[in-house]
């Protein structure tokens, strides 16, 4: 028996998971929306919020889960990547929690949990298998050969796909977070309407800095020409720049699974909640007999439920670490 609440808080959302004996019973997710007005996420504030956030939403998740405090075996938590301001409130939080019930401690990191979340609902890849871990601050391909047997065989030089869309949609001034505004755009225009340019990067590895680069000076050019280019074409444009950001993941994936000669693949990170990389990858694997995962929408924007799933394996190995564990900001993969 196992009993693993597991706490969330590398970057905005403040988030709580319970997992009991391998299962996922509880996932609460505290959104932060004052960012909205600046445009981006202000580390500072997001620290602030994660201190109110964090007691109601452990609350919340032991209610939902329908267990106590008394009944939990052990405490996971985000030690990094991620904004060491916010970081530095979960593992405070974990550390002293833990403390106080007398449990164990279990370090994860963020960017396997990402790839773990494909372990909490069925069906489930089987190893080896290559994940596509795409988000706003991460762009990589993994070899899983094993719950924490995993290797970066691909990963942006720059710029993270999910910069690309948050950059773009802040170019035709949608508000912040304006990835899932361009996904919502883009089913309404032509994703063939506009050509940007795409890096050619011989291996594995990503580039979005060109890209967007090409994006800001095309609507540039054509602003010069028509004040109101953006709002009379902004389907089209959003479609356009959502196709050409997942052709190029696609193609380097699909490299990527002839290289390995793999057809187990997943997605996992915030921008796996794109309907056109979820469509695109439905199609490529239909073409190329691939066997695909992708998680449930709750599991791909940072959530606990990860890090939950993440822990328990580390449970079942008794993988803890002592009270004088610290947060990493920028924490080797």
């Known amino acids: 028996m ?19 004996n391998g299962k996922i019973t509880a996932n609460v997710i505290a959104n932060q929306t004052i960012h909205q007005n600046y445009g981006g996420v202000i580390p500072e504030l997001a620290s602030r919020v994660h201190q109110q956030n964090i007691v109601p939403a452990v609350q919340q998740a032991l209610v939902n889960a329908n267990v106590t405090k008394q009944d939990i075996n052990a405490v996971a938590f985000t030690r990094g990547p991620g904004l ?11 550390k ?8 164990p401690l279990i370090s994860v990191n963020h960017m396997h949990a990402h790839i773990l979340a494909h372990f909490i609902d069925d069906p489930k890849p089987s190893f080896p298998f290559l994940c596509l871990t795409v988000s706003g601050g991460h762009t990589q391909i993994v070899l899983v050969k094993d719950y924490f047997d995993m290797e970066i065989v691909g990963e942006t030089l720059d710029d993270a796909a999910g910069e690309a869309f948050d950059k773009t949609a802040k170019l035709m001034a949608l508000p912040y977070p304006g990835g899932p505004l361009i996904d919502k755009h883009a089913k309404l225009g032509n994703p063939q309407a506009f050509k940007f340019a795409e890096p050619q990067i011989a291996d594995l590895n990503f580039s979005f800095s060109g890209f967007k680069t ?3 000076y095309f609507i540039r050019k054509q602003e010069q020409q028509n004040a109101n280019f953006i709002a009379e074409n902004l389907d089209d444009i959003c479609a356009s720049v959502q196709h050409s950001i997942v052709q190029i993941l696609l193609n380097k994936l699909k490299k990527a699974a002839k290289q390995y000669n793999i057809k187990e693949i997943a997605i996992a990170g915030g921008v796996s909640a794109n309907s056109g990389l979820r469509d695109g990858l439905q199609k490529t694997a239909d073409e190329l007999g691939w066997n695909i995962y992708i998680p449930a929408f709750q599991y791909c924007t940072d959530n606990a439920g990860m890090i ?26």
């Open 84 to 94: 060491l301001g916010s970081l530095l409130v979960g593992v405070s939080f974990a």
């Open 2 to 20: 196992s009993v693993i609440l597991a706490i969330e808080s590398s970057c905005d959302d403040t988030s709580v998971a319970i997992c009991n």
């Open 96 to 103: 002293s929690f833990a403390l106080a019930l007398n449990v």
């Open 214 to 216: 090409s994006i800001l």
């Open 308 to 333: 939950a799933i993440a822990g328990y394996q580390k449970y079942l190995k008794k993988d803890f670490v002592g009270q004088d564990v610290s947060p990493m900001a920028r924490m080797e993969f």
